[in-house]
């Protein structure tokens, strides 16, 4: 019996096999780039199954047509070679089958059990991870990374990971000491940076955001697309409550699109951060066709709801009317088709979400506002973390105020406003909704309030320049 560099027992596995593999795990718990050189280790590996089943875990998680197939492919491979497999390797192939037919729900069960079994596998734990993200369920996020902690207390990833689901669970200081004590063990953990990034961004301390995702940000260049791109979209959502919308625009063109224009996570960063700009105002120009050209091969593939959603949005504010109404009919059939598990997530969530996203988009404010308030309750459902669906409660917002639906988007208003105080554009538009509704001296109030602090940015702005 062989063992990978983590102690965990291999079936039948030579010193090749043990190498590529430990290599992978340190990759992808770092999110390195150099995947290409494991892929190829896959293509060669002939005895050890839990080669060419991670090569296939590693190809599903790109989220396309493509990845699908070729995880296929690997997944057959790794059979041909499983009579050799430990227990453990078995686990993975049945994880792996399940993702690839749909059922996250059970690829998910597994994951958790392996990490009960072998707390020492990091990677059963970021797949797992990834399934509980999916799903939007934060509970199992979180149990997975407590059970990694609990076993790898020396590996600086497994306080990143328990960091993010603690914060997903929205206990943000434990969440922040975590992550930091990951940082202190090792400053380059792009995840850690990751986590951090949420907690401030919950509390809305938007300053400290900048400051800190600034002063880690040298240490990205090795990362790969989506890790890359998503801390500095963190960054932006930071400028953008600052009020500095320039600047995050200056970001979606130089860091946020533009690495890998075809990989979905990358899709999503840009589309999500181009929607947080126009919502703030900003014009976007000629921006939303160069993305939307890219998602004309997505209409139909519906891996998980909360990346559709975006899609979706995106062709639609490109315009390429005949693509949105194609997907919309898709998503219909899809949510018909749903498994029991995921029929909250599209049914009840995505469908009446992407409704309203396309009504959104023409303007359709009335009709955006009932159908988004129809998917709200289940949105947690459709996948993502609590920072990303929160661009739906944006849009929820912006049509409660178009459409004149004056109470409910103060109630919203205010709840936002409780949460982060710190954000002067909520401010802003409670000013104005309170002097819609009469209410002159909180409106008074509020717009006093929105200014200081705008003023208070800019000088901080300028102290830090
Ligand atoms: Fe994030």
Redesign the pocket.
């Known amino acids: 019996m062989t063992r990978d560099g983590q102690g965990l027992e291999l079936g039948s596995a030579d010193a090749t096999a043990v190498e590529a593999l430990d290599f992978l795990c340190e990759e992808w718990l770092g999110f390195g780039k150099r995947f290409a050189q494991f892929m190829e280790a896959a293509e060669r590996e002939e005895r050890c199954a839990l080669v060419p089943v991670m090569a296939a875990n590693l190809v599903l998680s790109m989220n396309s047509a493509e990845g699908r197939a070729l995880g296929q492919r690997y997944l057959a491979r790794a059979r041909t070679m499983e009579k050799d497999a430990s227990p453990r390797e078995q686990a993975w192939i049945a994880a792996t089958e399940a993702w690839i037919a749909g059922d996250t729900d059970k690829s998910l069960e597994i994951h958790e059990k392996m990490v009960a079994e072998w707390p020492r596998d990091m990677l059963a734990g970021k797949l797992g991870q990834l399934h509980a993200f999916n799903r939007g369920d934060a509970k199992a996020l979180l149990r997975i990374g407590e059970r990694l902690l609990e076993a790898n207390r020396e590996n600086h990833y497994a306080w990143g990971m328990c960091a993010f689901g603690l914060e997903e669970c929205n206990r943000l200081d434990e969440a922040e000491q975590h992550a930091r004590q990951a940082i202190t063990m090792e400053r380059r953990d792009p995840w850690a940076h990751?986590a951090v990034?949420?907690c401030l961004e919950q509390r809305g301390a938007l300053v400290e955001g900048v400051a800190f995702l600034e002063s880690m940000s040298d240490t990205w260049e090795d990362c790969n697309s989506f890790m890359y791109t998503?801390n500095w979209?963190?960054l932006a959502l930071f400028l953008i409550d600052l009020d500095r919308t320039d600047e995050a625009l200056e970001l979606f063109d130089k860091r946020v699109w533009g690495v890998s224009k075809e990989f979905s996570e990358d899709q999503i960063n840009a589309i999500s951060l181009l929607a947080r700009l126009e919502l703030h105002g900003v014009d976007v120009g000629a921006r939303w066709a160069d993305v939307a050209s890219y998602l004309t091969g997505r209409l139909h593939e519906h891996f998980v709801p909360f990346l559709d959603l975006q899609y979706l949005y995106a062709l639609a504010r490109a315009g390429e009317q005949s693509a949105v109404t194609e997907m919309l009919a898709s998503l219909e059939d899809r949510a018909e088709s749903a498994k029991p598990f995921e029929r909250e997530a599209w049914a009840d969530g995505t469908v009446p979400a992407a409704h309203g996203l396309a009504a959104h988009a023409k303007g359709d404010h009335a009709e955006s506002a009932r159908l988004l308030g129809q998917a709200m309750p289940h949105l947690q459902t459709i996948g993502g973390?609590a920072?990303?669906r929160s661009l739906f409660g944006a849009f929820h917002l912006d049509a409660l105020v178009r459409a004149g639906w004056n109470d409910a988007a103060l109630k919203i208003l205010q709840a936002n406003e409780r949460e982060r105080p710190t954000v002067p554009a909520t401010k802003r538009a409670l000013a104005d909704l309170y002097a819609k509704l009469g209410r002159t001296e909180q409106a008074m109030e509020a717009a006093h309030q929105a200014e200081q602090l705008a003023r208070q940015y800019r000088t901080t702005k300028g102290a830090a320049a």
């Open positions: 990751h990034a949420h998503h979209w963190h973390s920072a990303q």
